[in-house]
């Protein structure tokens, strides 16, 4: 059974960090692209940021140059830094994850349960 958990959401003053975690747990031949989401009440998920296995990147405009996404293969890892935290980045964050189950010919992709980040004063 693959499993992906968050850890590291949490309430944080404007300005602040957070670093978000999501392990993926289970029989896991290849992972490919891990990203990050999330999703605001009353809006739909979005796309944070996104890595590949060789750690090419892309993020939203909006978080460039505040968030940093890496991972640890090795450890099956995805990280979140996010610094310079805004009201805006108010949300719940999903990880996510397309991959290869042991045994199994295809990829199909897979979501952690979500962390909540609050930005507030």
């Known amino acids: 059974q693959v499993q992906l958990v968050e850890s590291g959401g949490g309430l944080v003053q404007p300005g602040g960090s957070l670093r978000l975690s999501c392990a993926v747990s289970g029989s896991i031949d290849s992972i490919n692209v891990m990203g990050w989401y999330r999703q605001a009440p009353g809006e739909q998920r979005e796309l944070v940021a996104t890595?590949?296995?060789?750690?090419?990147?892309t993020y939203r405009d909006s978080v460039k140059g505040r968030f940093t996404v890496s991972r640890d293969n090795p450890k099956n890892t995805v990280y979140l830094q996010m610094n310079s935290l805004k009201l805006e980045d108010t949300a719940v964050y999903y990880c996510?994850?397309?991959?290869?189950?042991?045994?199994?010919?295809?990829?199909?992709?897979?979501w952690g349960q979500g962390t909540q980040v609050t930005v507030s004063s």
């Open positions: 890595i590949t296995s060789g750690g090419s990147t």
């Open positions: 996510n994850a397309n991959l290869r189950p042991r045994g199994m010919f295809y990829f199909d992709t897979y």
